[in-house]
């Protein structure tokens, strides 16, 4: 049996826990390794993980954050626990402080065990922002450390593999993708609330009225909330779900392009003339298509490969 502890910490109160935790697993027989979050690739050799990250203005480290994120898939397959260190008083010794900001929500997501709060530390070094001090009960640290090493124990070693983590091109493709998707969501919601406001005086956005000769409209009103509602509606949810990792985001998102370029191609038929920005747009549509629908591919191959396989590039 072998678990990791990984750690986000700046200033090194938070590594001290990591090792303390350590401590007390390894006291219990259990093997462990104790890193900082943004030095693990991948988990296939761990049983079990502990995550703890330092507490800074209500945000928990960036590289646990990270950790919680990048390794999402595999956390779900193992039993996680997490931890916060912050508090510069005794509160953490006084009550449960439970996590901060979304980390419930992520907590929730990857089915972790259980959430501990333990004081912070503030060095000399660091006296200028803070008075010094050091609120971490590394007694406390230990003694959980022995609590997760048998609980480990009763679960015993992972006998599945684990499934493929997201590979970096995957997170790249869809980071492109969640950008283009809030770029023409974010413009289109401006356009089409500027066409909406102003029907007859579409001017504003340098569009004369003579450019509905030849279309069904008379003014800017129903192009106006085609644009907000359908365009912009639509690509900003998809890059909301992108950005949050939601569910099929990558098919919200290739769904999202394919009404831009229908969008695009029904204005151009209709005004029978090809503008920059039509060409720019295409440009964007095309673009999230691709990256979204790359986002997805390269998590069905990751799906299908064998565990262990090694994955070109990462
Ligand atoms: C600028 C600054 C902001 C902080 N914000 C918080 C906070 O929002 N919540 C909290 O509980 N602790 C906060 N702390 C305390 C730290 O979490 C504490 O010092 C912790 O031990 C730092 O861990 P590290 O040494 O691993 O970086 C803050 C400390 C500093 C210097």
Redesign the pocket.
Known sequence: MRVLVA??????????LAEAIGEGIEESGVTVDVMPADRIDGLDQWDAVVVGG??????W?RDARRFLKHHRRQLREMPVWVF?????DESAEERE?PP?GRLGSWMNKIEAKAHR?F?????AE?RN??PEGDW?NMDDARQWGREIAKAVREVGPRTEPLPEQESRRERRLRNVAAALCMFTGLTALFGGGALILSPTGGASLGLPMSLLEGTPFNTYLIPGFLLFFVVGVSNLFAGVRLIRRLTSADMYAVAAGGILAIWLVTQMVMLNTVAFLHVLYMVVAVATMGTAFGAWWQRHRGEERQPGELVQGE
């Open positions: 750690y986000g910490s700046k200033k090194g109160g938070t590594k001290g330092a507490l800074y203005a209500w945000m480290h916060s260190s912050g508090p510069l402080i901060v709060t004081g912070g530390r503030i060095t660091q922002e803070l971490r």
